[in-house]
């Protein structure tokens, strides 16, 4: 069985506040003189389900096509910790670490709100994230639209990464989801100065 774990991306996808909204255009339509439909794309890196790559939070960071694709394919856990609060913490996760993989997919939402952008969004704590990188998990996700608070601007998860080396996927969509272990496979595609890509998660069953 395949979870497509990837959000519908449309001109009503919500963004965060202030980056580009998904907008296509026809460059060119079927017609008499016309054997093809060819559109032009506008969007933010950040839309939809997506891998952030160093650049994005380090300003020696690489961007994502020189980021390695084996954290983004691989075994990985999906943990519940639905309506737990603000920030993902350690006692939320705590009872489905045994034998953990090294990817970690957390699901914060009863329903994700894949139509409107949500300002209380769930994030990590950075002491949760540190604890993960020191049983090995070398990958994070989560199905709210970063890893941290919306309105922070220290991006305290997103520094523990740069400094652990891990990766993270953002804006996944985890509902109905159960708690266990999948295969997953979220690529990013290999943009060569971007500082994200938008990526088409899915998790296979084992």
């Known amino acids: 069985m395949i979870w497509d774990i ?18 296509r255009r026809w460059t060119w339509t079927l017609g008499p003189d016309c054997p093809v439909n060819v559109s032009t794309l506008t969007l ?25 694709l084996e954290p ?40 994700a ?6 300002a209380g969004l769930a994030a990590y704590a950075p002491e949760t994230v540190e604890r993960l990188a020191d049983l090995g998990v070398t990958l994070i996700g989560i199905d709210t639209a970063s890893i941290d608070p919306a309105d922070s601007k220290a991006l305290s998860s997103h520094q523990v990464i740069r400094r652990r080396g891990l990766r993270v996927l953002e804006n996944l969509v985890l509902d109905g989801v159960p708690e266990g272990d999948y295969e997953l496979i979220a690529l990013p595609l290999k943009l060569t100065t971007a500082d994200a890509s938008p990526v088409r998660a899915i998790l296979r069953e084992l």
Request: a negative charge; glycine letters at 8%; hydrophobic letters at 40%.
């Open 6 to 23: 990837s959000p519908p991306v449309h001109a009503g996808s919500p963004v965060f506040p202030g980056d580009a909204a998904f907008e």
């Open 113 to 118: 709100p894949v139509d409107r952008w949500d």
């Open 72 to 111: 983004y394919l691989g075994r990985c856990r999906v943990i519940h910790a639905v309506a737990r609060g603000p920030l993902v913490l350690w006692e939320h996760i705590s009872h489905a670490l045994d034998d953990l993989p090294p990817r970690v997919l957390v699901r914060t939402y009863a329903q």
């Open 44 to 68: 933010s890196p950040h839309t939809g389900a997506h891998a952030d790559a160093p650049l994005h939070y380090d300003p020696q960071g690489v961007p994502i096509g020189e980021v390695p």
